[in-house]
Nanobody
Framework: QVQLVESGGGLVQAGGSLRLSCAAS????????MGWFRQAPGKEREFVAR????????YYADSVQGRFTISRDNAKNTVYLQMNSLKPEDTAVYYC????????????????WGQGTQVTVSS
């Protein structure tokens, strides 16, 4: 069982930045690929970014490519999402996600979810 706890959400003006953190329980964090998804009101949950177990490989949704950066610190059991140049359309609840080995862009590839953290971008 893996527990994920997100933090760092909040209200920011368009063009601003936020950094989300996700702390994971357990001593096998480095065996789990990590990802971030988001869900806006009335919309389906969508993929944002993912990172491999060792942190070498990253992949982003087209909508955030060049603005968001995913990273991880295996010594701290933590994954981060640095969000720059935020837009009102980035407003959503952001969820940390994990899967043993590899994680993919589909929500049904996820083994464990965090509780979510709200990000609101005002225009």
């Amino acid at each position: 069982q893996v527990q994920l706890v997100e933090s760092g959400g909040g209200l920011v003006q368009a063009g601003g930045s936020l950094r989300l953190s996700c702390a994971a329980s357990g001593r096998t964090f480095r065996s789990y690929a990590m990802g971030w998804f988001r869900q806006a009101p009335g919309k389906e949950r969508e993929f944002v970014a993912r990172i491999s177990t060792g942190g070498v490989y990253t992949y982003y949704a087209d909508s955030v490519q060049g603005r968001f950066t995913i990273s991880r610190d295996n010594a701290k059991n933590t994954v981060y999402l640095q969000m720059n140049s935020l837009k009102p359309e980035d407003t959503a609840v952001y969820y940390c996600a994990t899967r043993l080995g590899s994680i993919y862009s589909a929500s049904d590839s996820v083994d464990y979810w965090g509780q979510g953290t709200q990000v609101t971008v005002s225009s």
